[in-house]
């Protein structure tokens, strides 16, 4: 199953992907990691979903990622009496804790965190950003508004405001259960919502404790005034440009994308571009032009994976959404400038550990030697973070004894993940490398793969060491004689 591609796809699995049928086409179609939403999931269909995808992976012997996207508060008003209210433009326009229907004067809003946070001059946004409203005054709950941008608006329609940080936490008691229900059998990423502060990602990973990665959405302004700080404390971050355009102007949302993807890359956390990437395929089996050039824009970029949302989980060509966006990632990366433009964003310094320096110098010797494969013994997956940081051209093979390390690093730009044992001695390292660089279809009779891994051997975040070695005629015996061997198990013990 060896992806000829380094960027990975993510895709949302749903009305049109919910079979197990369904989802192996996904799978084999190109998706490496699927994305379960649990604003329309019980957890019931969680567990569907998840055994389904573990048979998946055992019957192919590839590690698959699992993502489950956490809904967060999602802040609404209340009833309208005679939907649709028409607002008009310079219309005055009332949000108040009276929860009696509202028309085109007033709407109760149901969250008291809202008036103790908004201020005049604040925007409020209405019907995913359709309507605009500019706030004049706040009194003992009621927030006075102008109509700035005016329109039809009925009962429960979202609410947004870009420029209030509202004091909510990012996680609903809804969210807690659904992430503790996730993390007991066994997902790999937790995707948290409604991000606005590093505490927000500080709290998620304390109750997450270490049985999963943390992914942050970045899809509100509070959260990019304090970028740094939550890429610190993530463990990957998403570009989820849906909210973030709706509470910035869509002009910016490009140049963030860009600011958070390099961002993530500099501090070697993994980043997903994600939302309406191939929208139109929903009804289509074709995108647009404007698509193709969307997705080659965030490949271009570096980003590690690029998101199907509703094309894969509701869409009517969910499999020709996937192999459209591997079509367009294998073109990209084949095109002549793009080891130019990857090589042109980080130009930051490697920092001053020794497993950040052995990365750095296993991409130069890669290039200087033109080995057919990197090689990376990783248990804690941090290496194969490292190296893929480096975005070598040379393919990179991330070796561990640890499904829980594959499934996650299968997220990560350019790693080709093998659960294997840790070797025995230097020897049968360079041996195991060698046969499963082989074995992978990465190398050949007469090439030459990198090695990295750390002494003792075994020992997690020991990452000191670079060997050289060579895909002779005999590692080729070995590797065909165990797989002759009568008993050579198709799927290594770990992923069963």
Known sequence: MKRERKVKILATLGPASDTEEKIEALFLAGADVFRINMSHSSHEQLKNYHDMIRRIEERHGRPIGILVDLQ?????????????????????????????????TR??????????????????????????????????????????????????????LPDTVVPLSAMTDKDKENLDYACALGVDWIALSFVQRPDDVAAA???????????????????????????????????????????????SVPGWQKRITRAARRAGKPVVVATQMLESMIENPSPTRAEVSDVATAVFEGADAIMLSAESAAG????????????????????????????????????????????????????TLKVSSIISYTSSGATGLRIARERPEAPIIALSPKIETVRRLSLVWGLHCVVTEDPRDLDDMADKACRISFREGFSMIGERVLITCGVPLGTPGATNMLRLADITAEVVRQEQAQKQAPCAPATPPEMK
């Open 72 to 104: 967060g508060p999602k802040l609404r008003i209340g009833e309208i009496a005679d939907p649709p209210a028409i607002l008009e433009p310079g219309d005055t326009f009332v949000l108040d804790n009276d929860p009696t229907p509202g028309d085109a």
């Open 316 to 367: 009517k060509w969910p499999v020709e959404a996937v192999m459209t966006m591997d079509r367009i990632a294998q073109n990209v990366e084949s095109d002549p400038n793009y080891r130019d433009i990857i090589r042109s964003q980080l130009e930051t310094r490697p920092e001053p550990t020794t497993a950040d320096a052995i990365s750095a110098a296993a991409r130069s010797i890669a290039e």
């Open 205 to 251: 990973r304390k109750r997450v404790r270490g049985r999963a990665g943390v992914l942050a959405k970045i899809e509100k302004p509070a959260a990019l005034r304090c970028l740094r700080e939550i890429i610190e404390l993530s463990d990957a971050l998403m570009v989820a440009r849906g909210d973030l355009g709706v509470e910035l102007p869509l002009e």
């Open 107 to 160: 709407a109760y809003l149901p969250h008291p965190e809202i008036f103790e946070a908004i201020r005049p001059g604040d925007q409020v946004l209405l019907n995913d950003g359709l309507i605009r409203l500019s706030v004049l005054e706040v009194e003992e709950g009621r927030i006075v508004t102008r109509v700035i941008y005016g329109g039809p608006l009925s009962s429960r329609k979202g609410v947004n």
